[in-house]
């Protein structure tokens, strides 16, 4: 049924039922708000940024306690860079539904990238507090504590993530850094080597074991490893260009 149509349909029970005339009229505006999510949603999945923004907004319009929209439109400002507005959506949703983990998590994640490290971690603390089982918390909390090298801390952190998911790539390749920065060039190999066997398509663990392995001397594995970060992924060579020149010099400063 359109809005339009709905919305006709209310004309009668109007004029001779108003409290029940109301409730439908609710009904009608929340399920329609619950449209344009879930067309938000889909237009996320595919891609379709802008078009997402636009029915999460709609949605709102519609519903405006509608938390998890608030929370979604937040992820979408936080996936295209507009990480004010992102804190501001994720924000909202916590106004309205204090206990929700996700929303905590969101908006840790966008204070992140504006360096906001300990707000986002007080973020990440609230999310775990609320669901202690919650993966992706214990990683991005690892992440702001290995941007603040609290190496002891990040690797604890992605420790936690990895026992609560043993096949979450990102908290081994990220433990495996945060070994690296701490000078466990070892155990950095190990974490590297499981993330590319958790997940061979991320270009970034090649390029991040084989800086490893230029510390450990083993020159001719990590050139194989830089090539294969490259055949991945060409964008990167600038970036990779100036680790592996930054990585021999630390080499060449510790020998």
Request: with cysteine; hydrophobic share 40%; glycine share 6%.
């Amino acid at each position: 049924m359109t809005p339009l149509k709905a919305l006709l349909t209310l004309v009668l029970p109007l004029i001779l039922v108003p409290a029940l005339a109301a409730a439908q009229a609710q009904d009608v505006r929340t399920r329609t708000a619950g449209d344009y999510y879930n067309r938000g949603n889909e237009r996320q999945k595919q891609r379709d940024l802008t078009g997402a923004i636009e029915d999460y907004t709609f949605a709102i319009t519609f519903d405006p306690q509608f938390a998890r929209a608030w929370n979604n439109r937040g992820v979408v400002r936080y996936l295209i860079g507009e990480f004010d507005e992102a804190i501001a959506d994720c924000t909202k949703a916590i106004e309205l539904k204090p206990d929700y983990a996700e929303a905590w998590n969101n908006r840790g994640t966008a204070r992140l990238d504006k360096g906001r490290l300990d707000e986002a971690i007080a973020d990440f603390n609230q999310a775990i507090t609320l669901n202690p089982r919650y993966t992706v918390a214990y990683h991005s909390r690892g992440n702001a504590r290995q941007a603040k090298k609290e190496f002891d801390a990040a690797i604890s952190d992605y420790g936690r993530a990895i026992e609560l998911d043993s096949r979450f790539a990102a908290a081994w390749g990220n433990r495996g850094t945060a070994r690296r920065d701490k000078g466990d060039l070892r155990g950095a190999h190990s974490d590297l080597d499981q993330a590319i066997r958790l997940s061979p398509q991320r270009a970034g663990f090649w390029a991040q074991r084989g800086l490893v392995r230029l510390l450990l001397g083993r020159d001719d594995e990590a050139e194989r490893d830089f090539a294969e970060c490259l055949r991945l992924d060409p964008r990167l060579k600038p970036s990779l260009d100036a680790s592996i020149s930054q990585t021999r010099q630390q080499r060449a400063a510790i020998h």
